[in-house]
């Protein structure tokens, strides 16, 4: 007999070596979609924004830009400020089952996200044969390898300090009755995180130390409100371009819109307003160009 324990509850610290239930097939061959329902909408990053615009599904319902996730009725993303941390950040907007073009989340009894869909459907948007076991009710994220981060982790929480920037895990088990969390199967968290795939877990490191250093400056008292505009816009940074004339092709690389939002948080934004006039004034490709520009920081 094994006495390894096994953790449960809703939300509970896990170790490396600790192991929780779980069963892949279970996820996704019987889930209903519980933990992508009756919410208003879900926190994402800037990155998962970007892996959104990289997906198939993306491309074959003709979603390009930023713009057009922020920007269409109803719109897929939406921004929402963070009151413990005073940081806006991006988040998917759920909508009611049949609602109507502009509903707000809110005004529904019943959400679900957008990207959740039949599985059937999701094996068919990527030409993949599904499962002869799959459940008929079985529903699937139709983003697959490029949903965000948050969701590829489940029911695993990533959790980094705002103090340290130390990486922590928990586990949360989504619903009640997830299949794939009620089940016999089990799986140490170490071996867990390494079957993940597409999960970019230096990229997310480089927006926290953003976080943390708009963050310490809030609790120091300074007016982080400039910040959050530029960060607003670094979002929905296909406007900035697109109002420009210029494509999408143009965007700045991820390193480099990390290293202008870490001067911004930290009070100077002179990279900001470097990268503005270039961009206004037709010659962005100098700015790309300039060395101290491209290079990312050290922070």
């Known amino acids: 007999m094994n006495d390894e324990p096994i953790l449960q509850g809703d939300e509970l610290p896990i170790q490396m070596e600790e192991s929780f239930r779980w069963k892949d097939k279970?996820?996704?061959?019987?889930?209903?979609?519980?933990?992508?329902?009756d919410r208003s909408y879900l926190m994402i990053s800037f990155h998962d924004i970007l892996m959104i615009l990289k997906s198939p599904y993306a491309k074959i319902i003709g979603i390009k830009n930023t713009c057009e996730l922020f920007e269409d009725n109803p719109p897929l993303l939406r921004i929402k400020k963070s009151q413990n941390f005073e940081i806006v950040i991006p988040n998917i907007c759920f909508r009611p089952i049949g609602a109507k073009m502009g509903a707000l989340p809110e005004h529904a009894p019943s959400n679900i996200c957008p990207f959740?869909?039949?599985?059937?459907?999701?094996?068919?948007?990527?030409?993949?044969?599904?499962p002869n076991t799959a459940h008929p009710l079985a529903m699937g994220c139709i983003l697959k390898d490029h949903k965000p981060d948050i969701c590829k982790f489940s029911p695993i929480g990533p959790m980094r300090s705002m103090e340290t920037g130390r990486l922590s895990?928990?586990?949360?088990?989504?619903?009640?009755?997830?299949?794939?969390?009620?089940?016999?199967?089990k799986v140490e968290l170490k071996t867990y995180l390494k079957s993940l795939r597409g999960v970019n877990i230096g990229s997310k490191s480089l927006?926290?130390?953003?976080?943390?250093?708009?963050?310490?400056?809030?609790?120091?008292?300074?007016d982080q409100s400039n910040f959050n505009q530029v960060l607003r816009k670094v979002y929905n940074i296909d406007r900035l371009l697109l109002d420009n004339n210029y494509n999408v092709q143009s965007r700045p690389s991820y390193r480099l819109l990390m290293s202008i939002l870490y001067e911004a948080a930290s009070g100077k934004f002179d990279l900001w307003e470097a990268f503005v006039n270039h961009l206004t004034k037709g010659n962005i490709e100098l700015f790309m160009r300039d060395k101290d520009n491209r290079k990312c920081l050290d922070y």
């Open 26 to 37: 279970a996820c996704i061959e019987e889930c209903e979609g519980f933990c992508c329902k």
């Open 169 to 185: 895990y928990c586990h949360v088990q989504p619903y009640e009755v997830c299949p794939a969390c009620n089940s016999n199967g």
């Open 116 to 130: 959740l869909k039949p599985l059937g459907m999701v094996y068919d948007y990527h030409k993949e044969k599904i």
């Open 207 to 222: 927006f926290h130390k953003v976080a943390m250093r708009h963050y310490r400056r809030v609790q120091s008292g300074h």
